[in-house]
């Protein structure tokens, strides 16, 4: 089991940035798949992006040319560079993780985090 701790948010006005980071307990973070979700008051929690074990990485339409996904195996570390935010991305960000292959954008990750704001003032 992975335990997922997430930080990095907080309130920026529009246009700043922020990033995000993700450790992650145990010793195999390398075989994980990651990805990052958020979910805004009143709403689904939607994909944000994710990044596989070789590195490759996947975005939301409304996030690309953004946000970038990285990470850091030596510091079982996953990142989420934000630039150019929008009020539209206030919202509760969750990192998650698998083992499986799964479909790298849906909900079924194992393992998730407990959440950081992020909120972005216009």
């Known amino acids: 089991q992975v335990q997922l701790v997430e930080s990095g948010g907080g309130l920026v006005q529009a246009g700043g940035s922020l990033r995000l980071s993700c450790e992650a307990s145990?010793?195999?973070?390398?075989?994980?798949?990651m990805g990052w979700f958020r979910q805004a008051t009143g709403k689904e929690r939607e994909f944000v992006a994710a990044?596989?074990?070789?590195?490759?990485?996947t975005y939301a339409d409304s996030v690309k040319g953004r946000f970038t996904i990285s990470r850091d195996n030596a510091k079982n570390t996953v990142y989420l560079q934000m630039n150019s935010l929008k009020p539209e991305d206030t919202a509760l960000y969750y990192c998650?993780?698998?083992?499986?292959?799964?479909?790298?954008?849906?909900?079924?990750?194992?393992?998730w985090g407990q959440g950081t704001q992020v909120t972005v003032s216009s």
């Open positions: 145990g010793r195999t973070f390398s075989s994980y798949v």
């Open positions: 990044i596989s074990r070789r590195g490759l990485s």
């Open positions: 998650a993780a698998d083992q499986r292959i799964i479909r790298a954008s849906s909900l079924e990750y194992n393992y």
